[in-house]
């Protein structure tokens, strides 16, 4: 071993530098920063080829940054000459997916002032206001897409509704929807909001179990799921260790 990371001396800690900003910035299984500091430049090997590297397909969504941002441009332009719902609402999702929720909001509004019959927009203006915790806001487009589709969007919009009552104070309304919800869908965020609930309520074993439902999934993920999911697993595990 030490023979080895001789040989690819100084690149074994370039090497070991980038596993670590790597495990930093993503949080996987935490036995990897023992692999990355004590095998030394193999470890860190071994991590970017099982862990970063299948990360590519992440990055490359990152990358779409650039040109999205460069769509958002040329809508904002188009726009002047053809205020159609359909650029208004290409330029929401836009502003949606580059975190710009309240211009996003905006031209949802616009989109659907002559275009009322789609229920896509309805449903992302609803999450950008829960983005911004205007949760009161959210409701009545949750609730005219539920109404309309009660499994869009694989039940996401009525577990969102849910999580909504519950935000606003009301529990038992919350509740029976989540009940509902959570009997057909699997969503990591339904069942941490479900949880939060629960927590918020002292119903602590209760919350215990939905945290924990959303681990228990994690060993059956294939890897590119399993790390889409990480924030949901490192939400869950933040609220096992808060909970009594």
């Not at 769509?71 to 053809?82: G, H, K, M, P, Y």
């Not at 919350?207 to 924030?231: F, H």
């Amino acid at each position: 071993m030490g023979f080895f990371s001789y040989f690819l001396y100084p690149w074994g800690i370039i090497l070991q530098g980038l596993a670590v900003i790597h495990f930093i910035r993503r949080r996987p299984d935490n036995f990897w920063i023992f692999v990355i500091l004590f095998l030394g430049p193999p470890g860190a090997i071994l991590y970017l080829l099982l862990e970063a590297l299948p990360d590519l397909g992440l990055l490359r969504e990152s990358a779409r940054v650039f040109p999205r941002r460069s769509r958002i441009r040329e809508l904002e332009a188009a726009i002047r000459d053809n205020p159609s719902a359909g650029n208004y609402e290409e330029l929401a999702d836009l502003y949606m997916d580059d975190g710009r929720f309240t211009d996003a909001r905006e031209c949802y509004n616009r989109a659907l002032s002559s275009r009322p019959d789609s229920l896509d927009p309805y449903c992302r203006r609803a999450v950008c206001a829960v983005q911004m915790g205007d949760y009161k806001i959210a409701i009545p487009d949750l609730e005219r897409v539920v109404a309309a589709d009660a499994d869009y969007d694989f039940y996401r919009a009525a577990g969102l509704l849910a999580h909504c009552y519950a935000q606003i104070g009301l529990h038992a309304k919350a509740e029976a929807l989540f009940q509902q919800v959570t009997k057909i869908s699997t969503l990591s965020e339904t069942y941490y909001n479900y949880a939060m609930l629960l927590s918020a309520e002292g119903r602590n074993a209760e919350a215990r179990q939905w945290a924990q439902r959303i681990l228990e999934k994690k060993p059956n993920m294939p890897g590119y799921l399993r790390r889409r999911e990480r924030p949901w697993f490192r939400k869950a595990e933040g609220l096992l260790k808060r909970l009594p």
